[in-house]
Every structure is written in structure tokens, then in C-alpha cells.
């Protein structure tokens, strides 16, 4: 049904476009005020941004040249660089496993998350589990997030391709689950159940990770549940 604005004077105003209103204020939350009276926000919000006053009849704006630059750039998807990788990956990779990773280095290089969409058996993990190598932070480390059926999955394929990387992977009983979080810092990648994290949330929430890797995200396609809201 339709909703109401009440103006200063008294009027009301009927409001027909109350989603996309609501999308707006969404994002304009995500703002803050800096002392010079203008407003700065995280650049992983301009793609939406633009979108939102570019396919609305309601909103018209005066986009900076440097703003839209910045969204030629993004649209067109294009690396930044082709990312020189070492030998054992090159080895490793097939050319279109290696331009996966070129694109995740190249949402990277805007803080963006992104979807690999890839058929299964197309080497999705291998491309994730490369650039969690090469980015790997001493003492904050990355976070799977899978079904329960793919938790070993992911564990096996590090033992294959990237040995390197120290893997916790999170299950068992409550007891086992706590004593495990209390020393994910010494691993780089932590691989955890859907459910899990819903049931450790807590714990998650207040740990800064440094990729967040989610397997299988139709897991979470319906933001109102709680595992979406924590993930």
C-alpha cells in the first residue's frame, strides 16, 4: 500500500517509490560527515551508488569526472595488471584459472568482493585458495565459510595445491569447536560449517579476518535469516 510523508507544513506526500527510497537511505546511512560539512564512504559502495541515482526517474545528480572514470574503469572489468605469479602457480594453473585470479586481484586493488561463477570442477577453490596464499597475513587469517559436506573438501585441496597454508578446520562438539577458536589466530585459513558460524557467531563477529571466502553462497541468499546477518 501506499505510504505517507507528513512535510513541515503540515502536507502529505504520498510516497510511491518506497523500496527504492528505503535502498537509498541504506546506503546514504553508510556515509559519515567529515569536519569540511561533505561526506565520505567506503568506494565498495560507489557501484550501488551509481546504479541507484542513474536507473531511478526520481533522482538526478552531478557525478564528478573522476567518479566516472572510476566507474568506466569497474564496468569494463578489466585487470589492472596481469598479476606475475610464481612459478609453482603458473605450473599449476590453466590460462583461464590464471585470469581469475588477475580478477580477484583486481577487485582486490578496490576492496570489492566479488562471485566466482565458474561450472563445478572449473577450479573455483584452486583460484580462491591462490590468492589466500599470496595474500596471507600473519595472525589474521582467512575464513571458509561451506556447507558441512565440503568442510574437508577445502582441506584436502590445500594439502594439494597450496601447502603452505595452515588450515583449522572448525567441527566437532561444542567443547571442540571452543578450544579450536581460541587459537585460529596461528592458522591462515579457518574453514567453518554454515552452521557453525551461526552457532559460534559470536566468536566470529568479533574477529577481523582477512578474506572471507563463502562456498555454496545460495546458503545465504535470504538476508533476513540469522547466518546471513552474521556472515
Known amino acids: 500500500g501506499a505510504s505517507f510523508w507528513r512535510k513541515a507544513n503540515g502536507t502529505l506526500v504520498t510516497i510511491n517509490n518506497r523500496d527504492e527510497l528505503e535502498r537509498l537511505v541504506r546506503l546514504l546511512k553508510s ?13 565498495y559502495h560507489a557501484p550501488e551508488l551509481e546504479y541507484v541515482i542513474t536507473n531511478s526517474p526520481h533522482y538526478n545528480s552531478v557525478r564528478a569526472q573522476s567518479f566516472q572514470k572510476f566507474i568506466g574503469e569497474i564496468q569494463k572489468g578489466k585487470p589492472v595488471e596481469k598479476k606475475r605469479l610464481p612459478a609453482r602457480f ?12 588477475d580478477w580477484l586481484y583486481f577487485l582486490r586493488s578496490y576492496r ?42 577445502w582441506q584436502l585441496e590445500a594439502k594439494k595445491f597450496t601447502p603452505d597454508l595452515k588450515v583449522l578446520v572448525v567441527d566437532g562438539t561444542p567443547g571442540e569447536r571452543r578450544a579450536m577458536l581460541k587459537k585460529i ?42 547466518s546471513a546477518q552474521i556472515v
Do not use: W
Open 112 to 153: 570489492f568482493a566479488g562471485i566466482l561463477a565458474d561450472d563445478m570442477g572449473l577450479g573455483k577453490t584452486l583460484q580462491a585458495l591462490v590468492i589466500l596464499s599470496l595474500e596471507r597475513v600473519p595472525g589474521r587469517p582467512s575464513v571458509i565459510v561451506c556447507p558441512k559436506t565440503l568442510l574437508f573438501n
Open 185 to 226: 589466530k596461528t592458522f591462515d585459513v579457518v574453514v567453518v560449517s554454515y552452521n557453525t558460524l551461526k552457532q559460534e557467531g559470536s566468536y566470529f563477529v568479533k574477529t577481523r579476518f582477512n578474506y572471507a571466502v563463502l562456498d555454496e553462497a545460495q546458503f545465504i541468499k535470504n538476508h533476513a535469516t540469522k
Open 31 to 43: 556515509f559519515q560527515e567529515r569536519e569540511d560539512g561533505g561526506f565520505e564512504g567506503q568506494l
Open 90 to 101: 603458473t605450473k599449476l594453473l590453466r590460462p583461464y584459472q590464471h585470469s581469475g585470479v
